[in-house]
C-alpha cells in the first residue's frame, strides 16, 4: 500500500517469475501476483525439457532466441543454486526425438537441415543401429532419430521455486492466492487491483498465461492465445536406464519415468483422460519395451499457452507505454531469457533487445485474427 | 528381542489347511497356504520388506489392507508388489524390494 | 453379459454386500468387485471363514458378518475377488484388474464401497519396521491367525485399540501395556452429544465394558499420554511418551498404533467431487445427495464408511438407500415405493450418526497426534518432514496441491492416501487458517499404480 514499484508483474508462473526476478537482479523493486494452489498453472504440468530442435523452421530468430536460452541455462541453474541452495536438477545432456515411421525420419531429417542451415542450430540424425548402440533398450518401433546437443532437461518445479525463493531474496514482494482482476493506468503508471488490494507500479509485465486477453485488452494490448492441454504420466521410480532427454519421454533424476504429451483442444478442462493414458502408455510401450512393466504412480493435465503460430508474444503496448505482454508456450526453456534479457528490457533500462526485436515477436503480427478469449 | 520376527502363528486361531513352497530372497520356504505374502513373510519372521528407493531406510507392512504401500515386494519378478493383496502360491518367487525397482530386461552396469 | 451389469459395486465390506443384496433382490443384475481374496471387507475380514472359535475370539459384531456374507455368497451377484479397480470413468466406465488381466465393465449405475482406512498418525519413529496398525494387528489375527511377537504395546486411542486389546486377551497374546492418547478433556466435552447416542446405549455399555476388561485382565493403562514415540534402530525397541507430567520409556518388539479410522477418498477425489472438511471427523467428506449419489458425477453412488465413518451396521444402512435410489433410477421401483422404504433408514442412520458424533467427541485424536513436530517424517514415500512442508508456508505454498510442486510430498506410489490429512492439517495450523480453507489434495487416476501394460485394456 503506498509504494509504487519500478514493475508489477501479474502471473508467478515460470515466465512471471522469471522476469521479475530479472528485474530483481537488474536493480528494480517488483510486485510478483500470483493465482494460488489451484491455477491453471501451465508450469506446474510441464514436462521439464529444455529443448531447442525442431523449433523455428522458416522462423530464425525463434531457433536463435531459443538457443541462446537453452545454451544459457547451464549458468543460470548455477547461479539459483549457488543463491538459494535449491538445486534445480539441470542436465546439458543432449536429446534425441525418435521416429516410428521411416517418411517421419526424413521430414525430421529435412527440416534439421533447414533449421541448421539458417541459424546454425547443431544436429545429427542418427541410425538405428547406432541409436541400439547408445540406448540398448530402445524398442523395435524406433525406425530413426535426430539428437540436438543444445537439448537438456530440469525440474520445472523447483525452478518455479528456487526463483520464488530467489526474488524474495531480492526484496522483490510475492502476493500470493491473490488473482489479479484488473490492471489499470495511473497517475504513477498502473494499479493492479485483487479482490483485498491494489498495488501500484511504473510498469507492469502481463505475464497470466490465459489471463492475459482480459487483462491486457484495457491496456491496448490484443493478446490472442488459446488453451491446448497436454497431458503427461509418471511412473514409479525405476532404475537408471536413460540418461538422455527424449521429445515424448524422459527419466528424471529421481529415477521416474515421464510420458508426454498430449495436444488436444479441450477448452479450459485440465482433466485427464482414460483415452490419452491408453495412448501415452502405447507409445512409451514401443519406445522402451521393459516399460511394460513400471507401474504408473501419477497422470496430470496442463493447459499450454499457445499463440495461433506457436512462437512468443514480447510486446510492448503502444497505446499504453510501460506496459508489457510476455507469453510463450516454452516457458522452462526460455527462463534464462526471460530473466535475463526480457526483465532489464521491461524495467526500462535498455530499449527492445535484439533477441527479441522482431516481427515474428509482435502481437501486431495477428492484427486481424482474434484467438477465442 | 532382535532374533524374533514381529508376528506368530497362535494355536487358538490355528486352522487346518495345506502348506505351499516359495522361495524368498532365494531361500526355500513352506508356508500355510491361503496367507498374503506379507502375512507368510511376517510368519517367517521378515522384519524388513524393503529399502526405500529415497533414503535406503527400512521399511515393513504398516496397514495390511492396500493403503500404506509398505509391504512392496518383487514378487515372481515383478517389483513393487503390494504383498499383502497377493496370495501366497506353490513356486513362487519372493525378494525384498530394495530402492527402485528394477524391470526385466535391465540388465546390469548396461548404461550408454 | 457380465461386463455389462446393471449395477457394479466396489468392495465387499458391509455396505457393498448389503447392496448387492438389495440390487438382486430388486432382479438387478450385478458384479461386485473387491480387492481382497473374501468378503467382508476390513470390519468382517476372513469372515467366509472364520468358524465358531473364530467369531468367539473376535465378538458378536464380527459373528454378524457371517450370515451377511453368507446371504450375500448366494444371491447371484457375480462377485470377482482379487479385482484392482483403478479408474472409473463417464459412463459410467469401470476399469480393473481381475485376475492380471484388465477389464472394462460399462454398468448402468455404480455402487462405490471403498470403506475406510486407519488415520495415519505420524509420530517420531513411526516408519520404523514393528510399528503397524492396530487395524493391521487385527487383520492378521483374522485373516491369517497371527498375534504380535516378543513384548508389545498398544498405542494411541479409539474404540478399534480397546477391541483389539480383548480380542488379544482371549487368544492369551497380552499387551504389556495400552498407552491411550484420548485426551482427558474429551470426556467432557462428549457429555453434550451423549445425550444424542443414548438411544444406541447397547453399544455405549459395550463400550465402556472394554477398558475395564483390559484393566481387570492387569495390563498397566496409561490414560491420557502425550508426545508418543517409537524408539529404535532399523526395527522399533520401544514407545516413548509422557503421563501425568513425566517421561515413561517401555521396551517393545511391536507397537500397535492407532487413532481412528477415517475414509479412503482416493476414488472420489480422483472423481473430482467436492469435499468438504469436517471437523468432528477430522477428514475430508465427499458430497453426497441425501440418497448417497456422488455430487458433480452421473450414476455413481456412494456408500457406507467411504461416504463418513458410521460404523457396520449404518454401512448397510447406507447400502440399502444407494441399492433403492439406484433402483429407482433404472426404473424397477417407483418413487412412492422407493421412499416408503428409504425414510425408515434414513431415520436409522441418523441415530448412528448420533452415536457417532459422541464417538468422535471422546475419541478425537489430540492435535500432538495430527500435526507432528518438525522432524517427524509425513510423507513416508518420499520421506518428507513436517518440518519441510512449514517451510513451504513460508516459501509460499497455500495447501496440499501445492506442497507437492514444492517438494515431492504425496507423489510417491502411496499416492497421498498417508500424508494428504496430514499435509493440510500442518499447512492450515502453520497459515493460521481453518482446515476446511486449504485445498483438498487432488487424486488422479490410476488410484493404484498399475503397470503400463494393463492400461491398455
Same mark, same amino acid.
Request: proline share 14%.
Given at each position: 500500500m503506498g509504494q509504487v514499484f519500478d514493475c508489477i508483474v501479474v502471473g508467478g508462473g515460470l515466465v512471471g517469475s522469471a522476469v521479475a526476478y530479472g528485474v530483481c537482479s537488474a536493480g528494480g523493486t517488483v510486485a510478483l501476483l500470483d493465482e494460488g494452489d489451484v491455477a491453471y498453472r501451465a508450469s506446474r504440468g510441464n514436462f521439464g525439457q529444455l529443448w531447442v530442435q525442431g523449433k523455428g523452421r522458416g522462423k530464425p530468430p525463434y531457433a536463435e532466441l531459443t538457443k541462446a536460452a537453452a545454451v544459457a541455462w547451464a549458468g543460470f541453474a548455477a547461479r539459483l543454486e549457488a543463491e538459494?541452495?535449491?538445486?534445480?536438477?539441470?542436465?546439458?545432456?543432449g536429446g534425441f526425438w525418435f521416429g516410428f515411421a521411416p517418411k517421419d525420419v526424413e521430414d525430421r531429417a529435412a527440416m534439421m537441415e533447414d533449421i541448421g542451415a539458417a541459424s546454425g542450430i547443431p544436429y545429427r540424425m542418427v541410425e538405428p543401429a547406432e541409436l541400439r548402440k547408445i540406448l540398448p533398450r530402445i524398442g523395435d518401433a524406433v525406425v530413426g532419430a535426430s539428437f540436438c546437443p543444445l537439448d537438456g532437461d530440469v525440474n520445472p518445479l523447483y525452478a518455479l521455486r528456487a526463483l520464488h525463493a530467489a526474488i524474495g531474496r531480492r526484496g522483490g514482494r510475492i502476493v500470493n492466492g491473490a488473482p489479479a482482476l484488473a490492471v489499470e493506468p495511473a497517475a504513477e503508471g498502473f494499479v493492479a487491483r485483487t479482490a483485498t488490494q491494489s498495488i501500484s507500479g511504473r510498469r507492469v509485465v502481463l505475464a497470466a498465461g490465459l489471463g492475459n486477453p482480459a487483462l491486457g485488452r484495457p491496456l491496448g494490448l490484443d493478446i490472442p492465445v488459446s488453451p491446448l492441454r497436454g497431458q503427461i504420466l509418471v511412473t514409479e521410480r525405476v532404475e537408471p536406464f536413460l540418461p538422455v532427454c527424449t521429445n515424448k519421454l524422459r527419466q528424471t533424476p529421481e529415477g521416474t519415468v515421464m510420458f508426454g504429451s498430449t495436444e488436444e483442444e479441450a477448452g479450459f478442462d485440465d482433466g485427464t483422460t482414460h483415452a490419452a493414458m491408453v495412448k501415452l502408455a502405447r507409445r512409451g510401450i514401443e519406445t522402451f519395451?521393459?516399460?511394460?512393466?513400471a507401474r504408473l504412480v501419477r497422470h496430470w493435465a496442463a493447459l499450454r499457452i499457445m499463440t495461433p503460430d506457436g512462437l512468443p508474444i514480447y510486446q510492448e503496448s503502444l497505446?499504453?507505454?510501460g506496459a508489457f505482454v510476455v507469453t510463450c508456450h516454452s516457458g522452462v526453456t526460455l527462463v534464462p531469457v526471460h530473466a535475463r534479457v526480457v526483465g532489464p528490457w521491461v524495467l526500462g533500462r535498455q530499449d527492445i533487445p535484439a533477441l527479441l526485436d522482431h516481427p515474428v515477436f509482435s502481437a501486431s503480427r495477428f492484427d486481424g485474427k482474434r484467438g477465442p478469449l | 528381542m532382535s532374533g524374533t520376527g514381529f508376528f506368530r502363528a497362535v494355536p487358538a486361531l490355528k486352522r487346518e489347511g495345506g502348506s505351499v513352497s516359495i522361495r524368498i530372497d532365494g531361500r526355500a520356504c513352506t508356508v500355510r497356504a491361503g496367507l498374503s505374502v506379507a502375512a507368510a513373510l511376517l510368519e517367517q519372521g521378515a522384519v524388513r520388506f524393503r529399502q526405500t528407493p529415497v533414503g535406503g531406510a527400512p521399511r515393513a507392512p504398516l496397514c495390511m489392507m492396500g493403503v500404506c504401500f509398505e509391504c512392496l515386494l518383487e514378487i515372481d519378478g515383478i517389483a513393487n508388489s503390494q504383498s499383502c493383496l497377493i496370495e501366497v502360491r506353490d513356486g513362487m518367487r519372493i525378494g525384498t524390494q530394495d530402492g527402485a525397482a528394477r524391470l526385466a530386461g535391465m540388465t546390469e552396469g548396461a548404461a550408454p | 453379459m457380465t461386463d455389462r451389469p446393471d449395477v457394479l459395486i466396489v468392495g465387499a465390506g458391509p455396505a457393498g454386500m448389503q447392496a448387492a443384496l438389495r440390487c438382486r433382490a430388486l432382479g438387478l443384475s450385478v458384479v461386485l468387485l473387491d480387492e481382497q481374496g473374501g468378503p467382508g471387507g476390513q470390519i468382517f475380514r476372513h469372515i467366509e471363514h472364520a468358524d465358531r472359535r473364530a467369531r468367539n475370539v473376535f465378538g458378536d459384531d464380527y459373528a454378524a458378518g457371517h450370515a451377511l456374507a453368507r446371504d450375500f455368497l448366494g444371491s447371484g451377484t457375480t462377485y470377482l475377488r482379487h479385482a484392482i479397480v483403478w479408474e472409473v470413468a463417464p459412463g459410467p466406465l469401470v476399469y480393473a484388474l481381475v485376475g492380471g488381466h484388465s477389464r472394462v465393465f460399462e454398468p448402468r449405475r455404480v455402487i462405490l464401497a471403498t470403506g475406510a482406512m486407519e488415520r495415519p498418525a505420524p509420530a %517420531? &519413529?513411526?516408519?520404523? %519396521? &514393528?510399528?503397524?496398525?492396530a487395524g493391521a494387528a487385527q487383520i492378521l489375527m483374522k485373516s491369517s491367525g497371527m498375534v504380535p511377537e516378543g513384548p508389545f504395546v498398544l498405542a494411541g486411542s479409539g474404540p478399534l485399540l480397546y477391541l483389539l486389546a480383548q480380542q488379544l486377551l482371549r487368544v492369551g497374546a497380552r499387551p504389556a501395556a495400552l498407552v491411550d492418547t484420548t485426551s482427558p478433556g474429551n470426556r467432557m466435552r462428549a457429555v453434550g452429544p451423549l445425550a444424542g447416542a443414548l438411544g444406541s446405549w447397547r453399544v455405549l455399555l459395550k463400550g465402556l465394558g472394554m477398558l475395564g476388561d483390559i484393566r481387570r485382565a492387569g495390563i498397566p493403562v496409561y490414560a491420557g499420554a502425550t508426545h508418543l514415540a517409537f524408539e529404535g534402530d532399523g526395527r522399533v525397541t520401544g514407545v516413548a511418551f509422557r503421563h501425568r507430567g513425566r517421561p515413561h520409556a517401555l521396551p517393545a518388539n511391536v507397537v500397535l498404533t492407532h487413532q481412528g479410522v477415517v475414509p479412503d477418498t482416493q476414488l472420489t477425489r480422483a472423481l473430482r467431487v467436492p469435499h468438504a472438511w469436517s471437523d468432528s471427523q477430522l477428514c475430508w467428506l465427499p458430497a453426497t445427495s441425501a440418497l448417497g449419489e456422488l455430487s458433480s458425477t452421473q450414476g455413481i453412488f456412494l456408500a457406507g464408511d467411504a461416504a463418513g465413518i458410521a460404523g457396520a451396521q449404518a454401512a448397510r444402512l447406507l447400502g440399502e438407500v444407494c441399492a433403492w435410489a439406484v433402483g429407482e433410477q433404472l426404473g424397477v421401483v417407483d418413487p412412492r415405493r422407493r421412499a416408503r422404504e428409504t425414510d425408515p433408514l434414513i431415520r436409522r442412520l441418523a441415530r448412528w450418526k448420533a452415536l457417532r458424533k459422541f464417538l468422535d467427541t471422546l475419541y478425537r485424536p489430540a492435535d500432538g497426534q495430527r500435526i507432528?513436530?518438525?522432524?517427524?517424517?509425513?510423507?513416508r514415500c518420499e520421506e518428507i518432514s513436517a518440518g519441510a512442508i512449514r517451510g513451504f508456508v513460508r516459501e509460499g505454498c497455500l495447501g496440499p496441491n501445492q506442497a507437492k510442486a514444492f517438494g515431492r510430498c504425496g507423489m510417491g506410489p502411496c499416492q497421498g492416501r498417508q500424508c494428504g490429512l496430514a499435509m493440510a492439517e500442518i499447512i492450515a495450523d502453520e497459515r493460521g487458517v481453518e482446515v476446511g480453507q486449504v485445498d483438498v489434495l487432488r487424486a488422479r487416476f490410476p488410484v493404484k499404480p498399475v503397470m503400463l501394460r494393463d492400461l491398455i485394456v
Open positions: 538459494g541452495g535449491i538445486d534445480v536438477y539441470y542436465r546439458g545432456t519395451p521393459m516399460l511394460a512393466q497505446s499504453h507505454p | - | %517420531p &519413529g513411526w516408519t520404523l %519396521p &514393528g510399528v503397524i496398525g507432528p513436530a518438525d522432524d517427524v517424517l509425513v510423507c
